[in-house]
């Protein structure tokens, strides 16, 4: 795979265009975790080219992107590897949210059969206080005809 000169969207000759970040932790806000260090970019391991790496997720899987570049030349060669270790981390942190989802939606339903039983004990008493009613206006009744 060759790319282009060293800038941060290097282009495959299938056109795919990639963000590549040259850091330690490219998915940290802050700017102290966010350092080229020569794991990423590495002038020293061979004369005239530059070695690079970068970490990144494409289409939903973690990978490793490691290419080199000749400085002369500006051209180079890239390819992609699964990255185990941010899979797991990734993965993990999705499992988490499933987890704070479900104990959400475990919530919401403890707060709806709570409401239900509520309406139920309302509607009962409203079906009691009624019944009442309808007694207590019947024995009226029967007490009109009586004094007739």
Known sequence: MLIAPPTRSPTTWSGINLQLA???NAWS???EDRIATQEFVDFQRER???HLKSQFIMNGVSV???GWIDLQRLDGAGWLEFDEERARVEDQILRE???QYNRHLHG???Q???LQEEREQRAEVEAEVAEALLHF???MHNNNNYHK
């Open 97 to 99: 949210q499933i987890e």
């Open 64 to 66: 490793i992107w490691r």
């Open 48 to 50: 005239g080219k530059v």
């Open 137 to 139: 206006s019947g024995n």
């Open 108 to 110: 919401i339903d403890d």
């Open 22 to 24: 040259f850091v330690s």
């Open 29 to 31: 806000e802050a700017e």
């Open 112 to 114: 709806q059969r709570h």
